[in-house]
């Protein structure tokens, strides 16, 4: 059954460094989103993707996030300068249209020390 | 905007125990509701969604009914397994009307089972 896969699972960086959450998302799918969890709260979202550019936004993606396609198969998640509040679990999701599930991967684990 | 209220947990039941998960949400619209379950190690799954007043979603045993009067998608099993130990997630979603695709989800409530 195609999934969405993540990696790393885990990843602890510094506090100021840059840090990039890979996922590849199913191959057919043309919508593809970015979810955290921080612990203990909500799972909240962060970023649609469609047609190779960003379609929405929440207010927690400031400039120190991005996100790329950079070759048709992966779909990433850059952290310029991690804060200690940035850690938490990533989600990446995709779908192939609109109004249908989404399928989640399982997560990056990120700490920031 | 739209939220998400479910219970919090963590709750723990016996094999065979009834459970109920409540969910209420407010949004200004009529938004598709869903379950999202998530077993250990594993990424986010779709349990079962209603799109509509009325409908009810079922799922390995699982249902919830959307109930626009009381604003609230419970989610209700029988019998539970020790398989079913997860987290649970309600979230809603207003992209049937035109509106975000994004999801909202509540706070997650996990679950355990034990034999």
Not at chain 2, 40 to 66: H, I, R, V, W
Request: charged share 20%; net charge negative.
């Amino acid at each position: 059954e195609p999934e969405v896969t993540q990696t790393p699972s885990h990843q602890v960086t510094q506090m100021g460094q840059e840090v990039i959450l890979r996922c590849v998302p199913i191959s057919n799918h043309l919508y593809f989103y970015w979810y955290r969890q921080i612990l203990g709260q909500k799972v909240e979202f962060l970023v649609s993707f469609y047609n190779n550019e960003i379609s929405e936004k929440s207010e927690i993606f400031d400039d120190q996030f991005s996100v790329e396609r950079p070759d048709g198969s992966n779909f990433t998640l850059k952290i310029r300068s991690t804060k200690l509040e940035d850690s938490a679990m990533y989600f990446c999701a995709s779908n192939d249209r609109r109004n249908t599930e989404a399928f989640f991967g399982q997560g990056t684990r990120l700490t920031v020390v | 905007g739209n939220s998400v209220t479910q219970m919090e947990g963590p709750v723990t039941l016996s094999e065979e125990a009834f459970l109920t998960i409540n969910c209420t949400y407010t949004a200004t619209g009529y938004p598709s509701l869903f379950w999202y379950v998530q077993y250990p190690g594993e990424g986010l799954q779709l349990l079962l969604k209603a799109t509509k007043a009325d409908d009810k979603g079922s799922n390995k045993g699982f249902e919830a009914t959307y109930r626009k009067e009381t604003t609230s998608f419970h989610l209700e099993k029988g019998s539970v397994q020790v398989s079913d130990s997860a987290v649970y997630f309600c979230a809603l979603s207003d992209a049937m009307e035109g509106g975000s695709e994004k999801l909202v989800f509540g706070k997650g409530m996990k679950l355990t089972v034990n034999p």
